[in-house]
């Protein structure tokens, strides 16, 4: 945790709790370093779905070169919050409503995932144009995702085109109904979880494909989204992407490319470090042997364990003041799992950890909580309140 995270962490009254914690500064100097690592030659834009809270859009603004949109929600509301930033659209399934909002917005690139949604397009003739990407759901990664925890590429998925549709694409694309659309290049977001040197491979891959491609049908492609996720170990919550190998391994990639722009869009390593998730400890208990912890909140406010299945890492603030005539509940040196208040076995925020000491009382504070957390979250089952939030500046 940041000093004044957890500071900020302990001093909260006991019932603005549970609560999350924004660190803006910390926010702020990760973003400047992503940018400082990456080559002039690349784009860096914020995936707002991994937390669109408008405090971190906000002080994102000075580094990044726009931000990526995959619905007519974020897209109103991306443009509100920061209104002078280009915005790149995508998403699988776009509806009637968002193609009309999107057009009227204006959109900087327009991610185009399927032959339909090129018809969409070409027949509302947007005024002034389009600057499209066709994004493609490349063959090129193959076995090499198997691993990765999110797969949105490389296999049978709902995204992109697929690569036999393309050549329909581009040849529509050179008839005179689609001359609004202009063709900047190709989009492949392939998988979220891989770490810098296995990305600047797959990179490699998609420009090459790209560069093939482009030659093959006389296309003047100088521009190629390779998306975003870049890994974040949330059983190592001190690692981080190496940015600085990520950038040079691209500037390497670019030294081949002379004309091509890259763009990267990534959400969950830009903005994951930045938040906590605090609560306290209600209960602590024994069950068939194996002690848990029981916390105020749960998984309707940080659902990132549950749909990773992994344990959100945890800092224990010990909390000394102990009123009750009764004796405190504890655990020490063992293993515990931490769980929610809601009435289900899914609530579980980690398990089986070892702790040094856990009290009923003591204060928990779970990180890497700024990504894929409060947003992704099922904040009405059981009606709890909700948590409260504060922006360290
Ligand atoms: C979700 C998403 C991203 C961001 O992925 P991260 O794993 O958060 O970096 C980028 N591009 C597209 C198209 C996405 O769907």
Not at 81 to 95: E, I, R, S
Not at 270 to 296: D, I, M, N, Q
């Amino acid at each position: 945790m940041t000093p004044t995270a957890l500071e900020r962490a302990a001093a909260l009254p006991v019932d603005a709790l549970p609560a999350y914690l924004y660190d803006l500064s910390a926010l702020r100097a990760h973003a400047a370093a992503i940018r400082a690592a990456l080559p002039a030659r690349v784009e860096f834009h914020y995936a707002a779905k991994a937390n669109p809270d408008p405090a971190l859009l906000t002080a994102l603004r000075e580094y990044v070169d726009g931000y990526e949109v995959s619905s007519g929600g974020e897209l109103a509301h991306v443009r509100a919050t920061v209104p002078d930033a280009p915005l790149a659209f995508g998403g699988p399934g776009k509806t009637d409503q968002e193609l009309t909002a999107a057009l009227a917005a204006g959109v900087h690139r327009w991610h185009v995932e399927s032959v339909a949604e090129l018809h969409r397009l070409a027949a509302r003739r947007p005024a002034g144009g389009l600057d499209i990407l066709l994004r493609v759901n490349l063959p090129v990664a193959g076995r090499a995702l198997d691993a990765v925890p999110l797969a949105m590429g490389g296999r049978p998925t709902p995204f992109g085109l697929d690569p036999a549709d393309l050549d329909e694409c581009l040849r529509l694309l050179a008839t005179e109904p689609f001359t609004g659309l202009r063709l900047r290049g190709f989009h492949a977001h392939l998988a979220s979880g891989l770490d810098a040197l296995a990305l600047v491979a797959l990179a490699e891959r998609i420009v090459d494909w790209a560069a093939r491609k482009a030659a093959g049908h006389g296309l003047a492609i100088d521009e190629v989204n390779i998306g975003g996720g870049m890994a974040v170990d949330y059983t190592d919550p001190a690692a981080r992407f190496d940015w600085t190998g990520y950038g040079a391994g691209l500037a390497r990639l670019l030294d081949r490319h002379p004309g091509l722009r890259l763009r990267i869009e990534p959400g969950r390593a830009v903005t994951a470090y930045c938040g906590w998730y605090a609560t306290e400890v209600l209960e602590v208990k024994r069950s068939h042997g194996e002690p848990f912890a029981v916390v105020r909140g749960g998984t309707h406010h940080l659902r990132t364990p549950a749909t990773r299945g992994h344990s959100q890492p945890f800092t224990v603030l010990p909390v000394a003041d102990w009123q009750q005539p009764w004796p405190r509940g504890e655990v020490a040196g063992e293993r515990v799992s931490l769980c929610g208040q809601l009435c289900t076995p899914k609530d579980a925020l980690a398990q089986r950890v070892p702790v040094d000491r856990l009290r009923t009382g003591d204060r928990v504070v779970f990180g890497m909580a700024g990504a894929y957390a409060w947003n992704i979250s099922h904040h009405d089952f059981l009606m709890h309140r909700q948590p409260t939030f504060h922006l360290i500046p």
